[in-house]
């Protein structure tokens, strides 16, 4: 199965620093540079939207988003195109994209300090209502899948490391979002390279 829209969310751990209004001067310049995989076409701010999307750096593939959702600011990579042939593949896909867009802003001097995104939690939503409706049964669906590539992102091929995998709401109304804890040093380069090594094996 393959959902409409996959996203993937890496929350900031210093969002003190982060002022919505330098993202959509970063954004543009990341057009102008093409600094990241795909092809990148606008910005859309919305950061006088309460708890909104915030700015939105929007591409033909996927879209990047600096997201105050909840009150909890962080990086939405959301994929909106299918070529995967599965789950595991786009979710696997997603969850790339969004930490090369985190590695990306770690490095950006425009921030001071600079910014830390945390890699102990995710937040993955499918934005597929018709498919993917928020209801126990998806979770009983997708989660194994789901585990194997977050299996891969950890390294916990031997099974011995805790990974906390469970539905974010209950509420009906609500996209069907799955919470990630694991208890990890790791930082961000560490799981794009463990996300790598994983497919490899």
Same mark, same amino acid.
């Given at each position: 199965?393959?959902? $409409?829209?996959?996203q993937v969310k890496f929350f900031l751990s210093n969002p003190q620093g982060a002022k919505l209004s330098t993202f959509s001067s *970063? $954004?543009?310049r990341w057009i102008q540079q093409q600094a990241l995989e795909g092809m990148l076409i606008d910005v859309a701010d919305y950061a006088h939207v309460f708890e909104g999307p915030g700015v939105v750096l929007i591409g033909h593939e996927a879209d990047y988003a600096i997201e105050n959702k909840g009150s909890r600011l962080g990086l939405l990579c959301t994929r909106?195109?299918?070529? @995967?042939? @599965?789950l595991p593949?786009? *979710?696997r896909t997603t969850i790339r994209l969004a930490l090369m867009a985190c590695a990306l802003l770690e490095t950006e001097s425009s921030f001071r300090p600079r910014l830390k995104f945390r890699t102990d939690e995710i937040e993955i939503r499918f934005a597929d209502r018709l498919r993917l409706p928020n209801r126990p049964?998806? $979770?009983? *669906?997708?989660?194994d899948d789901v585990r194997g590539v977050l299996t891969e992102l950890y390294g916990l091929y031997d099974g011995t490391e805790a990974l906390d995998l469970a539905p974010a709401s209950v509420d009906p109304r609500h996209l069907f979002t799955l919470s990630v804890h694991h208890q990890t040093s790791a930082g961000v380069s560490d799981l794009l390279q463990q996300l790598k090594s994983g497919v490899q094996k």
């Open positions: 199965m393959i959902p $409409f829209r996959t *970063l $954004f543009q909106k195109r299918q070529p @995967d042939p @599965d593949a786009q *979710l049964e998806t $979770f009983d *669906l997708v989660k």
